[in-house]
C-alpha cells in the first residue's frame, strides 16, 4: 500500500485545452490561506535584510558581493510555540513537535538549521532572549504557533519587520503573515495562491510529516529550490509536447472515461507533491483508463524529466535477534509471512507513520512465496472511502527481494500505472508473532516523490498487551518515530475482504505458527 501514482503535474497544461472536464478552483476559507493568497510573486534565494530589534551587524551578516552556490545557501528558520500549548498530535506539547520537525528537517538538507523557542523568549531578559534575537536576525522563514500572549504578540511584531516570511497558524490574528518579503495586503498572485493552498491544506491534517511539507513549500518558493519538491516547478511546453506526441490515445480514453476523468479533475486540485491529496484521489477513482495514461505520460516516456530517489534517512537497523538466535534470511521471510496459513493473513495493521499510506481503514497484509525458488510476494489489502461516499476494497502486488543484510528488503510494484521502488526493514517482532513493526522508504521516480513510513502489525489489528508497550516504544525510537507521529487505523468494520491466494503459494520454510499460543490471535 505505500506505492505512489501522481499525474497531477502534466494536468496543469491540460487544463487550458480541456476546460470543461476541470472545475474552478476552490477558496479556501480560514483566515490564514486567505492572507497567504494575497502575497507575492516566487521569489527564490531572496535574503532579507539582516537587522532587527538590534541595529548591530556582524561580518556574518554581510552580503556577500557574489551569491554562494544554491547548494551552499543555507536555510534558517525560527520557530516560536505558546509556552504551554498543545498540539492536535495525540495533544504532544507544540514544542517537542517542533523540536521532532527541526531533527526531520535535517533529513531533507544538513543545510536547515531550526531554532524552537517558546514565547516566554520574547518577552524575558536572559541569554535566551539574547540568542532568540540573535537567531530571528539571520532568519529566512519565522513560524508562530499557538501564542495569544499579548505581550509576546507586541515583542513578535516589533521584532520581526525585517523577516521575509512570517506564518502565523493558531495565534493572534493582529501577527503579521508575509511572503517574499510583502506583507500579506499585496496584491495575489498565481504561484502564492499555489503556495498558500498547498500549505494551508497540509497544516489542517495535523501529522508530522505535513507540518515539515509546509515549510519545505516556503522554503522552495521563497528562499531556496527544494530537490524533493522538485515536481512543483513544471516544465512547461517541454511536458505538454512530450505527453501530446506520445501518449494521444491513452490521454483521450482517459478524458472520456468517467472515473479517469475525475481523478484528473480531483489530481488538478492538489499540489503536485502533496502525496496525502494525490493518493487519495488515485485510490478513490482507479480504472484501467487512468493506469494507462499514467503508464504511458509519467512511467514510459517520463514527460516530467523527474528523477525521485529513495531516501536515505533515517538509518533503520533491522532486528539482529529472533528468539535468541541471530536472524538469517530465510526466519525473515518466515517473519512477514507471519499468521498467514494459521489465519488467512499475515498481519493487520494497527497504527502507521505515514499520512499518505499507512491511513486505509481494514489494512491486510498478504506476505508468501511464489513457485519459483526464492520468491516473495506481498499484497495489501485495504479499504478506501472515496471521495464519492463509497466503501471499496482495494488490493496492490509487490515483488519482495532480499537485501544485503537479514531483515531488510527490496519491494517494488506497479501501482496505477507508475512503478514504485522501496527499501523495508523489519524493527522488531515479538517471540510469540503477536506484535512486529517495519520501516520503509519509498520512491515513485518518475512521479517525483520520495516517502518513508513505518506500519505496527498485530494478527488482530489490536494494539499489543500493555506489557509489551515499552518494547513497542523502542522500536519506534529506532526508527526516530515519537509515538504521537502515528495514527490508529479503523480496523471496526472489515467484513469480506478479499484475500485469495494464488494456488500455487508457498508459506514458511523455517518456523511454524501451528504451536503458537491462542491468546495472540484470537480476535
Known amino acids: 500500500m505505500t506505492t505512489l501514482s501522481n499525474c497531477a503535474a502534466p494536468l496543469s497544461f491540460l487544463r487550458r485545452k480541456t476546460a470543461a472536464f476541470h472545475p474552478s478552483r476552490r477558496c479556501f476559507s480560514t483566515r490564514t490561506a486567505r492572507q497567504f493568497s494575497r502575497s507575492v510573486t516566487y521569489s527564490p534565494n531572496r535574503r532579507r535584510p539582516s537587522s532587527c530589534c538590534s541595529s548591530a551587524v556582524t561580518k556574518n551578516d554581510a552580503v556577500a558581493a557574489t551569491p554562494p552556490p544554491e547548494s551552499e545557501i543555507r536555510v534558517r528558520i525560527v520557530v516560536v510555540v505558546g509556552e504551554g500549548s498543545v498540539s492536535p498530535l495525540k495533544s504532544a506539547p507544540w514544542y517537542d513537535v517542533m523540536l521532532h520537525t527541526a531533527k526531520r528537517l535535517k533529513w531533507v538538507d544538513e543545510g536547515y538549521e531550526m531554532e524552537v523557542y517558546t514565547d516566554n523568549a520574547c518577552r524575558d531578559e536572559n541569554a535566551i532572549t539574547h540568542q532568540f534575537h540573535h537567531d530571528l536576525r539571520q532568519a529566512d522563514i519565522l513560524l508562530v504557533v499557538a501564542v495569544s500572549d499579548q505581550e509576546s504578540i507586541k515583542s513578535i511584531q516589533s521584532c520581526s519587520q525585517d523577516v521575509a516570511n512570517i506564518v502565523c497558524f493558531d495565534s493572534s490574528p493582529s501577527l503579521p503573515n508575509k511572503l517574499g518579503g510583502s506583507l500579506v495586503q499585496t496584491k495575489a498572485v498565481k504561484e502564492s495562491e499555489e503556495v498558500a493552498k498547498s500549505v494551508n491544506e497540509a497544516w489542517s491534517r495535523h501529522n508530522s510529516d505535513d507540518i515539515r511539507f509546509c515549510l519545505l513549500v516556503i522554503v522552495n518558493a521563497y528562499v531556496k529550490p527544494v530537490p524533493v519538491l522538485k515536481n512543483l516547478r513544471a516544465k512547461g511546453f517541454s511536458t505538454l509536447s512530450c505527453m501530446v506526441k506520445n501518449c494521444g490515445p491513452q490521454i483521450l480514453n482517459c478524458l472520456l472515461d468517467d472515473n479517469c476523468r475525475k481523478a ?59 528468539r535468541e538466535v541471530e536472524l538469517d534470511h530465510e526466519t525473515a521471510e518466515d517473519l512477514f509471512v507471519g499468521w498467514l496459513g494459521r489465519l488467512e493473513w499475515s498481519w493487520r495493521v494497527v497504527a ?172
Request: charged letters at 25%; hydrophobic letters at 35%; glycine letters at 6%.
Open 264 to 322: 484528473l479533475q480531483c489530481l488538478n486540485n492538489c499540489s503536485p507533491v502533496d502525496q496525502v491529496c494525490n493518493y487519495k484521489c488515485i485510490a478513490s477513482y482507479e480504472s484501467r483508463e487512468l493506469e494507462e495514461f499514467s503508464l504511458c505520460v509519467l512511467q514510459k516516456h517520463n514527460c516530467l524529466e523527474l528523477d525521485a530517489k529513495i531516501p536515505d534517512k533515517p538509518f533503520v537497523a533491522p532486528m539482529a535477534r529472533f
Open 352 to 523: 502507521g507513520q505515514n499520512p499518505a499510506y499507512d491511513q486505509f481503514p481494514c489494512q491486510y497484509q498478504l506476505f508468501y512465496r511464489g513457485r519459483a525458488k526464492g520468491s516473495l510476494w506481498y499484497e495489501p489489502v485495504f479499504q478506501v472511502r472515496t471521495l464519492d461516499g463509497d466503501l471499496v476494497w482495494r488490493r496492490r502486488r509487490y515483488r519482495v527481494k532480499r537485501g544485503t543484510r537479514p531483515g531488510t528488503f527490496y519491494f517494488s510494484v506497479l501501482d496505477n500505472g507508475v512503478v514504485s521502488n522501496e527499501m523495508w526493514t523489519i524493527v522488531d517482532v515479538a517471540d510469540d508473532l503477536g506484535w512486529g513493526l517495519f520501516h520503509y522508504h519509498g520512491a515513485a521516480r518518475v512521479a517525483g516523490q520520495s516517502y518513508t513510513g513505518a506500519v505496527l502489525v498485530s494478527p488482530t489489528g489490536a494494539y499489543p498487551d500493555e506489557s509489551q508497550l515499552g518494547k513497542v516504544g523502542s522500536a519506534l525510537e529506532k526508527c526516530s518515530i515519537k509515538e504521537w507521529e502515528v495514527f490508529d487505523v479503523d480496523n471496526c468494520s472489515c467484513e469480506n475482504p478479499p484475500l485469495d491466494l494464488p494456488e500455487d503459494s508457498r508459506l514458511h520454510s523455517k518456523l511454524s505458527v501451528e504451536s503458537l499460543e491462542d491468546s495472540s490471535a484470537s480476535v
